[in-house]
């Protein structure tokens, strides 16, 4: 699993969304095909992910200036659920996005 955080910028979103503010950091995950040829497997990895991070993030409103994006590696298909979210929970504490 690989975690990269930038400062926001938000010129990049849509018209729309340029000036709300957001509450929590603002997260992606990346599952490429490599991962697992089968979506379902795909899209419950990512809704794992998804939720974990939500759960983690939503009451760190001092890092809303920032976007995350992890991108899993194809090991992680076969890797336990709870050791892929402790790993994400590393990865967010090294990060400093988590204390």
Request: some cysteine; charged content about 25%; overall charge positive.
């Amino acid at each position: 699993m690989v975690l990269r955080v930038v400062k926001a910028d938000h010129q990049l979103l849509k018209a729309p969304h340029r000036h709300q503010t957001s509450q929590a950091c603002r997260c992606a995950v990346v599952i490429s095909s490599k991962v697992s040829k089968r979506a379902v497997i795909r899209n419950r990895l990512r809704r794992l992910l998804h939720d974990h991070l939500r759960r983690r993030l939503e009451v760190a409103s001092e890092h809303a200036n920032y976007w995350a994006l992890i991108k899993l590696n194809p090991v992680c298909s076969t890797t336990e659920s709870s050791l892929l979210l402790k790993e994400c929970d590393r990865l967010l504490h090294e990060a400093g996005l988590m204390s």
